[in-house]
């Protein structure tokens, strides 16, 4: 759509400036000007106007000068657009064919201001001039100000009018649907038979949320232009409608390369084996021009990933010739959605070694991540977003400074930069950094303060989350505030808080009472929770997550019968969904054993066993010598397995030493008859991690580990007498919380968790 803008306006003034020439020369030099631009050699088309201008400003045609700007435009010089600007300012203010160019130079460089400010002085604004400010009122998220515009034109033409549709589509506001209504039933009836019309007026429904005008206006047509199926696709998408959108590219004969990548999009979304099966019957059948296409490329990796195939998506990425951002992009989001944030970082380190930086090429160096300011910004802020990402998923805090040092300081005052800073801080163990960020911030929004608060919960500062959400300016608190908030005094004990901040919940939805719910749970207030998941019964159907979090308490607090009551009642409520039943069935077997039924314990083990159902891997990550190693339970994979091993017998061994009596009660899986208590008591993964700290007569002063699973009690309780015997503060983050084990054999969470 915008290249359908664009060409229309060029055509505009291709024909303006080439009616204003006034000689032979000025064509001649016209023509070639616009044979550089159409090659984007644009730096050529702003040396030729250099020579030609010199001494001929005053006889340079407009035609010329609007190739100079579509130059400046292209390569985002406003510098150069400038000197254009002064040297042809005496004849801006009566000019309706270079304004326009000059205007949208402006915009597209986001400097408003001076747009505004030329605009403004035109003594005559016509359709093109306000074409160009619309244009770019949306281009710098000014949508609002676009829409204000449109009705101050008399007669608006075609494109006048799509504008006003992309930018009411970018509005989202019930103003701006009303808005498109009222337009959509003035404009002239032969608009309403333009593909173009019809594809942004569907944008702007499905954008604005209204799904039946949308379809609407896509069934009344007799023609659909692919560009219309592409809109109502991308509605679907974007109103979480992904099946429909799947469901009508099975309608299109001969899909385009939007087509396809809006489909792989949809199949993302849904993420499941059977949109998996669909990507690859269609990735095999669409013509092999497409898998040049960045956008279907990098679409197709996005699927991929989210559909959980890593293999393929790899194949993909390493099959294309020329790599793009966004496939980096895709490539570290999808490897930060498969828990495997490491390989994040390592795609991240390589990009400086792939085409994008020939270092002996002088033509085509290209330092990817160090680009100013340009087309290439935002690219390459989605970089250093997916790497912060995986930087708070691995969790540890030196990586994290390392990484921080790199990122250009014109990017640290960018907006997401900031808010995914203060989330990786938090995770990391550095809540004065978080905060630091959040004070230079110039108007947080609603993720800085809620990333904030997690950031407190995380650490266990249930009372500063508390006092730092008190001080939340009220419109910005969403869902996901009250959520972190509630989980941030769920583990530091703070019920009475919780309650307050609950009852004073407007609307509540499921994961807000599931979040209080949990928190009642751990403060062994059982009945009070029942209570609040049955009032929610009432008017909703039986949550899976509400149960989970009641028999999570009940685990914690060794409830035996209420975890029987809770298992056998999601049984009956939830017979298919077996993932739930899972995790259900291994807390209760880890409540028997804990309460100290061994007997009943092992029986389900036993039944899980035999029903071939697999918990969770646990997997621990931690930092040893600026490399990331990662740990599964009984992990031999290593190079220095066998010695890992031999130093966590030794461990164990110093801890029995020291008095310390154990069972092998945590284990999932039934005990084997030649295992022993020293063998099981280093099969853990974090216990593996720390072991690794220790080979080879290391003395860590610091150990930081990072659980995708929360730690078991034992495990807690090993490492805080590894603590104090090693003499070495040991901070584990798990699924809940970030535990600071202190070397007098403490632990931060004061056993509350």
Not at 128 to 151: R, T, V
Not at 180 to 198: A, C, D, E, R, T
Not at 224 to 242: C, D, E, I, T
Not at 626 to 644: L, T, V
Request: with cysteine.
């Amino acid at each position: 759509m915008s290249n359908i803008l664009i060409n229309n306006y060029l055509r505009f003034v291709i024909l303006a400036g080439r009616r204003l020439a006034s000689t032979e020369n000025n064509v001649d030099i016209g023509g070639r000007m616009k044979m550089l631009n159409d090659n984007k050699q644009h730096r050529k088309v702003l040396e030729l106007f250099d020579a030609f201008n010199e001494k001929n400003i005053d006889k340079c045609s407009n035609w010329i000068i609007i190739q100079a700007l579509k130059a400046c435009t292209q390569i985002c010089d406003v510098q150069y657009g400038l000197k254009i600007h002064n040297l042809i300012s005496s004849r801006l203010k009566h000019d309706p064919y270079v304004l326009p160019s000059l205007i949208h130079l402006y915009m597209q460089c986001s400097d408003v201001n001076r747009a505004e400010s030329l605009f403004n002085t035109s003594t005559k604004k016509t359709l093109p001039i306000y074409g160009a400010m619309m244009k770019g009122y949306i281009k710098n998220n000014l949508a609002n100000k676009a829409a204000n515009l449109f009705k101050d034109i008399q007669n608006p033409d075609l494109i006048s009018i799509i504008l006003l549709f992309n930018a009411c589509a970018q509005l989202r506001t019930h103003e701006a649907l009303n808005l498109v209504k009222i337009v959509s039933s003035k404009v002239p009836q032969g608009f309403h038979s333009n593909p173009y019309v019809l594809t942004s007026l569907i944008d702007a429904f499905m954008k604005c949320g209204d799904i039946k005008s949308a379809q609407s206006v896509f069934h009344a047509s007799t023609q659909k232009a692919l560009s219309m199926y592409g809109a109502m696709m991308k509605g679907y998408l974007v109103n979480n409608m992904p099946n429909k959108a799947i469901t009508l590219f099975k309608e299109i004969h001969d899909p385009d390369k939007v087509i396809v990548t809006l489909f792989f999009n949809a199949c993302a979304q849904l993420g499941t084996d059977k949109e998996l099966d669909l990507i690859k019957i269609v990735s095999s059948n669409i013509s092999k021009s497409f898998h040049s296409s960045p956008y279907v490329v990098t679409s197709l990796i996005d699927a991929f990933m989210k559909c959980g195939d890593m293999k393929n998506a790899q194949a993909v990425f390493q099959a294309s010739t020329k790599k793009t951002l966004s496939m980096y992009a895709a490539m570290m989001a999808g490897f930060n959605k498969n828990e495997l944030a490491e390989k994040a970082v390592d795609i991240f380190n390589g990009i400086h070694h792939d085409e994008f930086y020939r270092k002996n090429d002088t033509k085509n160096e290209f330092n990817l991540l160090s680009k100013m300011k340009n087309d290439c910004a935002d690219g390459n802020i989605i970089i250093y977003l997916c790497m912060i990402k995986a930087l708070a998923k691995i969790g540890m805090l030196e990586t994290a400074k390392s990484f921080v040092q790199r990122i250009p300081s014109f990017f640290l005052v960018d907006r997401r930069i900031q808010n995914a800073l203060i989330d990786m801080w938090g995770k990391v163990d550095s809540v004065d950094e978080a905060k630091r960020i959040f004070r230079i911030m110039s108007q947080p929004d609603h993720i800085g303060y809620t990333a904030m608060i997690n950031s407190y919960g995380l650490n266990g500062m249930g009372v500063e989350a508390v006092e730092f959400y008190r001080q939340m300016p009220k419109e910005l608190i969403h869902e996901s505030t009250y959520v972190c908030v509630l989980n941030a005094c769920s583990h530091s004990g703070l019920v009475a808080e919780a309650r307050l901040i609950f009852n004073n919940i407007q609307t509540k939805t499921e994961i807000i009472y599931t979040t209080m719910i949990d928190c009642l749970s751990r403060a062994v207030a059982f009945d009070e929770a029942r209570e609040l998941m049955e009032k929610f019964e009432r008017d909703h159907p039986p949550s899976v997550v509400m149960h989970t979090a009641l028999l999570s308490g009940a685990r914690n607090n060794k409830n035996s019968k209420l975890s029987q009551d809770v298992v056998d009642r999601m049984k009956k409520l939830f017979p298919d969904l077996k993932s739930s039943l899972l995790t259900a069935s291994i807390l209760l077997a880890n409540v028997y054993a804990s309460s100290g039924d061994i007997e009943k314990s092992t029986d389900i083990k036993m039944e899980l066993h035999k029903s071939g159902a697999k918990k969770q891997i646990g997997v621990t990550m931690t930092d040893i010598d600026g490399k990331i190693w990662r740990f599964r339970a009984h992990d031999q994979s290593h190079a220095e397995s066998a010695e890992i091993h031999e130093q966590a017998d030794r461990m164990s061994k110093r801890i029995i030493e020291h008095g310390h009596k154990y069972d092998a009660s945590w284990v999932v899986r039934p005990v084997e008859p030649d295992e022993t208590i020293e063998t099981l008591l280093c099969g853990h993964s974090e216990r593996l991690a720390m072991a690794a700290h220790f080979i080879r007569n290391r003395k860590p002063k610091r150990i930081q580990m990072t659980k995708n699973l929360r730690i078991c009690g034992d495990c807690h309780q090993v490492t805080k007498l590894v603590a104090l015997i090693y003499q070495c503060e040991i901070v584990v983050r798990d699924a809940n919380r970030i535990h600071h084990f202190h070397m007098n054999g403490q632990c931060s969470c004061q056993d509350y968790f």
